[in-house]
Structure formats: C-alpha cells, structure tokens
C-alpha cells in the first residue's frame, strides 16, 4: 500500500507502479503471468487510457498480460475478481491486482458522476452526492430514526484511521459533535458523510492455494468471489433502500465460501456516504430494515464489537482513491487475518469481507477472506 495523499508528488503511473513492486517484494517474487489494474478516472483526469499496461511497463513487467478493469467505484474489487478467476482457472500461476487513482488533478465529481445514468439520471444535474443525499432523506422518511442516526459510523471510522500510518487523515480527531455540525455538502449530507477526494494506490499478488506457503508463511485465501448487479437507475428499483445488489452478491459468497454472517469477524464496508454503510449492514443481514444505525449508535462496530468495520478508516478516513480503494480493503483484511494490524487489529479475526459497490448501489462484489 501506498500512504493515500490529498495530493501525491507521484504520477499515476509511479503510484500504480510503486504499490505493484511493493507487492512483488512481499511475495518475494520478480515476475508475474497477469497483471488486471483497476483505475475509473485515468482518461478524464490525467488523458491516460491503458493503464494497466502503463503500470506494468513502469514496474519493468514487460511482456506479461495487462488488462485494465472497470465496474466504476467498485473497479478495485473487480481487478481483485479478475486476478482471482486468472489463478483458480489455472490461466495464470501468479496474478496481480493493483488500483491506482490521482483523483487530485482536475475535477473528479463530474467524472464520478458518469458512473449514474447518462441519459436519465445525469442529464436532470443528479450526482452520486445527491443520489446519496435522496437516499437519507428517504431513509430517515421511513423509519424515523434519532437526527444523530449515522453520526457514528464516521466516528469510528476516524477513530481506527488514527492507528494506520497509511490513512489519510491518520491525525485528525473527529466527535460527534464535529460530525453534527460540519458544513453541508448537500442536505442532509454533512462533510463526514462524504468520502474525501485523493490519490494512492495498493496492490495484491495471487497465487494457486496449494503453492502460498512459498511466497508467504501465512497465506491469506480468498473463499469468496462474487458480484450482483440491481436495477441501473435508483429510482427505477422496487425499494431504492433495500441494496438488492449487496444482499444478492453477499449471499453467493457465503455460499461459495460455505460461511454465514456469525463467521465473519469484520467487515470492510464501502462507506463512501454514511447511508451506503447502513444500507449494507441491513442489506447483508446484520440488522433489519431501518436498524443498522444501531449498531453505530450503541458502539457495536468498533475493533471490540459485535461486527468491526471500517477497521483501518474505511473509504472516509483511510481515504477513497477509487480504483484503489478495494484493494487497499484487501490489503488490510490480510493484516487482520495474519495478526499484523497493530493497534487497530480485530482479537482473533480468522474471516473477513469485503464489499465493493459501482455506482449508487448498481454493482456490488463480495469477497470474503479466510486463514
């Protein structure tokens, strides 16, 4: 992983390139069969399309297959899927996944906002800020929840990102108080509500199960890879509140990886809006319909509660360098699950997950991770 900047002296090349050799390093390997890099804003930012095969020439990888993955702001979960279906297929022997993104150059809201419905969504000035917004509204319309409702979600968030040296805001202190009343976004969306705009860039290496214990002494497996899709436009989903794609993709992967939720002993959720991280914990199972903001509320996400997520900062804290940002969650699931998360690690974690959502809740993947 590289250390996610507000604004990173390196290029997108140089950032996907370092996290790509920093993975090698660990694995202690010098080469690679594939390499699948997730990156959504490249060509609207930098004018830069190929970028996989850009990453890999700045690594030296020459020769090698390097494809580039887009599923919006899920693409990282998607180059990881890749990557995993290369190896279980036996296409390839070892396979990397890395995400990079330099959000910082140029205006990266309109080009996030191409990831909703061209031609019925962005045409009447929706973005996936106000989506998120329409979203709380409607959520808090239902079930009436207290105004403080998703307060803590940020909370904790920030509360772990102080303990991961390679989190954004590693040195910021958030309240409650300073969530209530930071300035608004879009209403009802407050600053802490919002995943922040940045750069970084992480990577993985994949390798057959039964050959792990030759790179790593403690190999971390994958159990789980999955994706569902939901209606495209929010408002053309029989209940925009309900996140059939998460439910959808979470269910395959327990059943892939012959878990349930009981099993797993954190979850890194795609908290880029406040809402996203509730309608997930509901969508999932771990709450009903209209009560996932009791777990926040009576401290139950935390490193010691019922179900830890978020645990190294999440999208809001760590940072949301899009094409990077599952493969940082990947990342750090690994440093849960090997006892190497320091003092944001999670006591006797042995599965973890991971969900990744495209767009306003279109594509979500699931992966679930195990020792």
């Not at 959000?103 to 031609?119: F, N, Q, R, Y």
């Not at 999955?226 to 408002?235: G, M, P, Q, Y």
Request: net charge neutral; proline share 5%; hydrophobic share 45%.
């Amino acid at each position: 992983m590289i250390p996610v900047a507000k604004a990173s002296r390196m290029t997108l090349r140089q950032l996907g390139a370092a996290a790509t050799l920093k993975a090698m390093e660990a694995a202690g390997v010098e080469a690679a069969d594939a390499l699948y890099a997730a990156n959504m804003l490249g060509d609207e930012l930098q004018g830069q399309k190929q970028v996989a095969a850009l990453i890999a020439d700045e690594a030296r990888l020459f020769g090698i297959e390097a494809l580039q993955v887009q599923a919006a702001t899920a693409s990282g979960a998607a180059a990881l899927r890749m990557a995993y279906l290369a190896v279980a297929s036996g296409e390839a022997e070892l396979a990397l996944a890395v995400g990079a993104e330099k959000m910082s150059e140029g205006a990266a809201v309109p080009a996030i906002t191409k990831s909703l419905d061209a031609e019925r969504e962005v045409v009447t000035g929706a973005t996936l800020i106000s989506k998120n917004a329409e979203l709380t509204r409607l959520y808090f319309e239902r079930y009436a929840p207290p105004a403080d409702a998703l307060v803590h979600f940020p909370v904790n968030a920030h509360r772990n990102a102080r303990h991961n040296p390679n989190a954004l805001f590693r040195n910021r202190s958030v309240s409650p108080r300073a969530v209530r009343t930071a300035r608004t976004i879009h209403p009802p969306l407050r600053l802490y509500d919002c995943s922040p705009i940045c750069d970084g860039a992480a990577a993985v290496v994949l390798a057959p199960t039964d050959e792990a214990r030759a790179f790593s002494p403690h190999p971390v497996r994958i159990l789980a890879s999955s994706v569902a899709t939901d209606r495209f436009r929010v408002d053309d989903r029989d209940d925009p509140l309900a996140l059939e794609a998460a439910r959808l993709s979470a269910q395959k992967a327990f059943r892939q990886a012959n878990v349930n939720r009981d099993d797993i002993d954190l979850f890194e959720v795609h908290d880029a809006f406040s809402i996203m991280t509730c309608l997930q914990l509901e969508a999932v199972g771990f709450r009903p319909p209209g009560e996932g903001w009791r777990l926040a509320n009576e401290r139950r996400i935390g490193l010691r509660g019922e179900i830890p997520i978020t645990t190294m900062g999440g999208l809001k804290a760590r940072g949301h360098p899009i094409g990077a940002t599952a493969l940082y969650q990947a990342c750090e699931i690994v440093l849960q699950l090997t006892g190497h998360a320091g003092k944001c690690q999670v006591r006797g974690a042995e599965v973890g997950m991971m969900q990744s959502i495209g767009g306003a809740g279109t594509t979500v993947l699931t992966h679930v991770f195990g020792v």
